[in-house]
T-cell receptor, first 114, second 115 residues
């Protein structure tokens, strides 16, 4: 079965510091990969996605992610974190077999300290 | 504006009282899903639909029903809610991921409390 692991439940970084959120997936075929962000009390906003092609993907709000097939990873990065980036981040893999199901990781809560 | 609309946003109900959470999308998407979000578990798929009158169980379907009589609407029905169904619910819609440059659109969520 498909699965997504986000090893870090909480991460705290200083404003202006760089950020990397880890994501590992288990999926048999070429994966459709996504990163979503959820601010407190809000819905889910898509940051970026990978379907094929260039393995370094640029997203909104200055985020990028790199697909590494050999490591089954899709880590999210940002060179300089802003206080407004504090939120919960979800990695997901898309499964065509079950109605375009998204299999989500448990999420990583990002805290930004000033 | 492309959107997925869920109603209500917040709902407190009592055990056993039937309720329906509505979901509507205006993008002509074939695929629609319901997810529940629980702390530490991420989002898990409850039911999905691949088109009108085509629905199937997701990972956590017990205690829920759905219907897809029109392409735009995909209501979630709790016939006899129980406290373990207290959760944050999201509806999502999309074209097939086989289409490049597509994504799943999510509603704003429905926070349900069953007492």
């Amino acid at each position: 079965a498909q699965s997504v692991t986000q090893p870090d439940i909480h991460i705290t970084v200083s404003e202006g510091a760089s950020l990397e959120l880890r994501c590992n997936y288990s999926y048999g075929a070429t994966p459709y990969l996504f990163w979503y962000v959820q601010s407190p009390g809000q819905g889910l906003q898509l940051l970026l996605k990978y379907f094929s092609g260039d393995t370094l993907v640029q997203g909104i709000k200055g985020f990028e992610a790199e697909f590494k097939r050999s490591q089954s990873s899709f880590n999210l990065r940002k060179p300089s974190v802003h206080w407004s980036d504090a939120a919960e981040y979800f990695c997901a893999v898309g499964d065509l077999e079950y109605g375009n199901k998204l299999v989500f990781g448990a999420g990583t809560i990002l805290r930004v300290k000033s | 504006e492309a959107q997925v609309t869920q109603n209500p946003r917040y709902l407190i109900t009592v055990t056993g009282k039937k309720l329906t959470v509505t979901c509507s999308q205006n993008m002509n998407h074939e695929y629609m899903s319901w997810y529940r979000q629980d702390p530490g578990l991420g989002l898990r798929q409850i039911y999905y639909s691949m088109n009108v009158e085509v629905t199937d169980k997701g990972d956590v379907p017990e205690g829920y029903k759905v219907s897809r009589k029109e392409k735009r609407n995909f209501p979630l029905i709790l016939e006899s809610p129980s406290p373990n169904q207290t959760s944050l619910y999201f509806c999502a819609s999309s074209f097939s991921f086989r289409q490049s440059n597509t994504e799943a659109f999510f509603g704003q969520g429905t926070r349900l409390t069953v007492v």
